[in-house]
């Protein structure tokens, strides 16, 4: 203290608009990358099955998908996957509409609701596919 009388330098939050879903945007656009790449790996880069549609042979997309939310793990990343895209994308709607200039203390809370609405419906509508999938390859 007596060599240095002034404090360090630490970072304060004032409280105004951080929320966890703001502080954690990174960590979470870098598990949505990680999602992007092991998902274009495996379903477009993935195995190929054909399935014949009226004398036409077709990439059979349906037994990709089935097959892939049969493991439990793959099924277990996808889900958390999806969570952490609800955050991130709850978040970057509203930030969206900020950074454009459309900030107004009227108006805010109800985009950030829209948002999250938005958010909340998209993740669990792939998650709910994606469950959908493991529990039929259950059966």
Known sequence: KKAR????????????GATLASVSMIYTGLVILGFLVS????????PVYYVDVNGTQ???????VMDYFADPLQTGWYVLAMIT?????????QSTFQSLGFNHNKYTPFIK??????????????AGLSLWGYLQSSN
Do not use: C, E, N
């Open 39 to 46: 998902h274009l790996m495996h379903f477009k880069f993935g």
């Open 85 to 93: 895209m609800a955050f991130h994308l709850g978040h970057g709607f």
């Open 113 to 126: 609701k829209i948002g999250m609405t938005y958010a909340v419906l998209i993740s669990a509508g792939f």
């Open 58 to 64: 077709m990439r059979d997309i349906y037994r990709v």
């Open 5 to 16: 009388p002034q404090s360090y330098y630490t970072k304060v939050r004032t409280g105004r």
